[in-house]
């Protein structure tokens, strides 16, 4: 049976095999669209009927398009005629895209998604904003609270929301909304259900033609947010990185600087928090790269959680400015995949074990290399492998 959520997104408990109707708006004409298999009508509305196999493909599909989907529901409820569409069966082949997961969704949760939008976002508060770079470290990383008791923005561990910074852009119209993980579990930081926290690290560059230093517009508008301030909020969205329901999984982490936010959310739950319905029994083990060791974001905790918990956390950091590698070069997370390389092939080789990768762009390059030669011990193609993982959503990245 299909589970649609109080918002109508659909999670994927049990609904093979069921047919879905996507309401979709803004539809350009083009490359992308002309696959769809229907005419885009200039204004209104279009209603797509997608198997279940391909809504995945489909919302990517869409989006690139340049849809926004505002609903999604079961095939069978009544429609105009003339304005529905459909996806034929056929286009359902197999394929890397088509592998990706839906959600990882839990059977029991249901996940939250787009319960704010650009339009209407929610306005909360900020709550607290504070440095976690200590000193000698490079750059400047906050980490912000913000009160949602006024409205209806719930979310899990996993997802991001959207931060719409105020003012304008050099065309004068409205700045877009910037995604950041969410750091905190779904009940927050004052565990009441009514924050949400974020792990943000400012934006800094140099100019390549001027020279000049230039900042990011919404990190800069965050860090130096004043307790007190307002903030438009949008989302939560994002399924790719759920935790698993299964408390004897084995939860992999790589991060890298501000990718460690997701995974305070589910080190959080796992262990900090106490939840009647979730004991987390099985094994998670963290890679943190970052370049000093003042850059070790949430450090106290972490190893905190660690001396608390031995045998089912392990912690390891790549700090690539004071550590070495076996080469003599910079310590970076990928050095410590391949010195544990053989490990951590035995581990993925378990159905119920997942890996996530969150952080910097390019992070996943070096992780490749680590697990290509622990799999070509085994005369096992990584690449080939990981596409399995993929496919049975247990390899889950996020990276920015
Ligand atoms: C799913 C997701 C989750 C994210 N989570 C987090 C998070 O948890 N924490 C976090 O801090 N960020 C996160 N980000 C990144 C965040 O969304 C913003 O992209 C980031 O904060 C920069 O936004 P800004 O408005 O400050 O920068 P902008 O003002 O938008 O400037 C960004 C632009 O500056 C230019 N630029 C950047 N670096 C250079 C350079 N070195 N040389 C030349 N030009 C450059 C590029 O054109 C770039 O597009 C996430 C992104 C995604 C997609």
């Known amino acids: 049976m299909y589970r649609p959520s109080g918002n109508g997104v659909v999670t994927k408990t049990g609904a093979n095999g069921r047919v879905f109707i996507f309401e979709v708006e803004g539809l350009r004409q083009g490359e992308n669209t002309d696959k769809l298999n229907f005419p885009i009508r200039r204004s209104g509305v279009v209603y797509v009927t997608v198997p279940y196999e391909r809504m995945n493909q489909e919302m990517r599909r869409i989006a690139r398009s340049g849809g926004k989907i505002v609903s999604i529901r079961p095939a069978g409820e009544p429609l105009p005629e003339t304005s529905v569409a459909t996806v034929s069966q056929h286009q359902s082949q197999p394929s890397e895209e088509n592998s990706q997961p839906i959600t990882e969704a839990k059977a029991k949760t249901e996940i939250p998604v787009n319960t704010y939008r650009p339009n209407n976002p929610y306005i909360g508060k900020c709550i607290e904003n504070y440095e976690l770079v200590g000193e000698g470290g490079s750059g400047t990383v906050r980490h912000l609270t913000f009160d949602l008791s006024g409205g209806d923005l719930r979310y899990v561990e996993g997802q991001s929301i959207g931060i719409i910074p105020p003012g304008t852009d050099k065309k004068g119209k409205s700045h877009k909304l910037r995604l950041y993980s969410i750091a905190s579990t779904r009940h927050g930081d004052k565990l009441d259900d009514k924050t949400v926290s974020l792990c943000v690290r400012q934006l800094e560059y140099k100019h390549p033609e001027t020279g000049e230093t230039v900042y990011g517009v919404c990190s800069t508008h965050l860090c130096n947010l004043e307790v007190g301030a307002d903030v438009a909020i949008t989302g939560p969205v994002g399924k790719e990185m759920l935790l698993p329901d299964d408390e004897e999984a084995t939860v992999v982490m790589m991060a890298t600087g501000t990718g460690i936010a997701p995974f305070r959310a589910f080190l959080w739950r796992m262990f900090k928090e106490q939840h009647e319905d979730y004991k987390f029994k099985g094994l998670a083990w963290l890679f943190f790269g970052i370049p000093y060791t003042a850059n070790i974001l949430y450090k106290e905790e972490l190893e905190q959680l660690q001396r608390e918990f031995p045998d089912n956390f392990r912690l390891t950091y790549a ?31 378990k159905d119920n074990t997942h890996t996530y990768i969150c952080g910097l762009k390019g992070m996943e390059g070096g992780i490749d290399e680590g697990m290509t030669s622990a799999a070509g011990k085994f005369d096992v193609n990584w690449n080939d492998y990981q596409k399995t993982l993929k496919k049975a959503h247990r390899w889950h990245v996020e990276t920015y």
């Open 319 to 349: 700090i690539s400015r004071e550590q070495q590698n076996p080469e003599g070069g910079k310590m970076y997370i990928q050095d410590r995949i391949k010195e544990n390389a053989d490990e951590l092939w035995q581990l993925v080789q």
